[in-house]
């Protein structure tokens, strides 16, 4: 079954690619179509081909330094060359116009971006993103998920051949030049947030002591970055009921509540009024999903939770959670709106579907076959 999930991860990876190859290819040619049919192929090769497999596993230390070579290129050019005002993306702007109207003493969930959106996101996402639009590098904090994916990545490359795949996968992405180039950050936060998960999953069979502590400490601050994580977070968190201490964990839970809640609470403690007006829950709700089909969402995350069979495929079921709720999102889009406005358009946006991106692809390295051990590595350890 492993070897299956292995490869649903994979072929959602390869959908959101040429997902973003055909939306943004079809703004450039009218032969969008089978570029992309091609572009998937080219993708399938590198992934799933022994041919490709053998070439790149050999050429592996190349391939990632090439791999992070590009990515810091994209980001000088994107830096140096891409106004991103002449784009119609505004993660960017929110950002700005939301410590615009901070500094200025208002009140930031009542700022507005160039495109006329509020702010969306929870507190600590604008304070994380704070350094970098103080130092105008947004465009770096766009580029850090993907530099640290390539690391995380190569830290499997002795045993896992797939990982130098991967590096030419994350090298011929669509949404990764997209992101950069348009400075937005899904795949750095949810990068971070599938971080503090995994930490969570290896400590999280101890005692209450401090790692967990700060671990729930830390969760609950990112969580208030994005709320949409809460899906990726009830599957890593209630899979746990089964086979550890429950008292432990509705003290991490609390622990970790609070540290999500006490941001909010700021704003709520400075501008109570404004904040009962307009705030995280308000905007997503309206700008988002109606709140009944998120409730009986999380309501069909929460079983699906609760019969994981294995913990190693958390990773696995919160990425595939995730990717499920933003096809609920554009079903319901294409509902109102069509699809061609939906997809094609400014309807919806095609940037939700990395949510699960690094959820996906690290379990789909992580559990791919792991290779020999290096014979020759062994006879120098013996020889010592």
């Excluded at 095609?350 to 991106?357: D, E, I, K």
Aim: glycine share 6%; proline share 5%.
């Amino acid at each position: 079954m492993t070897g299956t999930k292995v490869f649903i991860a994979q072929a959602l990876l390869l959908l959101i690619n040429t997902l973003f190859f055909i939306k943004y290819g079809s703004r450039a040619t009218a032969f969008y179509l089978p570029l992309a049919a091609a572009f998937f192929t080219l993708q399938f090769a590198i992934l799933r081909t022994r041919v490709a497999g053998n070439i790149l596993t050999r050429w592996r230390k190349p391939v990632f330094l090439l791999a992070v070579g590009g990515i810091i290129l994209i980001t000088l050019s994107a830096q140096w060359f891409i106004d991103p005002e002449t784009l119609n993306v505004d993660r960017w702007s929110v950002i700005s116009s939301f410590f615009e109207q901070l500094h200025r003493g208002g009140y930031p969930y009542g700022a507005v971006s160039h495109l006329g959106n509020p702010p969306g996101p929870m507190p600590v996402y604008f304070l994380i993103a704070y350094p970098f639009y103080l130092t105008n590098t947004l465009c770096v904090l766009s580029a850090a998920g993907y530099l640290t994916g390539l690391f995380l990545l190569r830290k499997y490359q002795r045993y896992r051949p797939d990982a130098a795949r991967y590096y030419c996968l994350m090298l011929t992405s669509p949404f990764l030049y997209w992101e950069i180039f348009t400075r937005s950050n899904v795949v750095t936060y949810a990068v971070m947030v599938w971080l503090a998960l995994t930490a969570f999953e290896k400590i999280s069979k101890s005692r209450l002591g401090r790692a967990l502590t700060v671990n729930a400490i830390a969760c609950g601050l990112l969580l208030s970055t994005r709320s949409v994580f809460i899906v990726a977070y009830a599957v890593y968190f209630l899979s746990c009921l089964r086979t550890e201490k429950f008292s432990v964990h509705v003290t991490y839970y609390l622990i970790a509540a609070a540290a999500f809640l006490l941001p909010l609470f700021t704003f709520f403690l400075i501008w109570p009024t404004k904040f009962a007006e307009i705030n995280p829950f308000i905007v997503q709700s309206e700008y988002l999903l109606p709140s009944w089909i998120i409730y009986v969402f999380l309501a069909i995350v929460v079983v699906t939770s609760l019969t994981v069979q294995q913990l190693k495929d958390r990773s696995f079921f919160s990425g595939l959670a995730l990717f499920a709720l933003i096809v609920v999102y554009f079903g319901y889009l294409s509902l109102g709106n069509g699809v061609d406005q939906a997809f094609f358009g400014s309807g919806g946006d095609l940037s939700y579907f990395l949510f699960s991106v690094p959820f996906l692809l690290f379990y789909a390295i992580t559990q791919s076959s792991p290779a020999e051990p290096d014979a020759t590595a062994g006879q120098r350890v013996r020889g010592k």
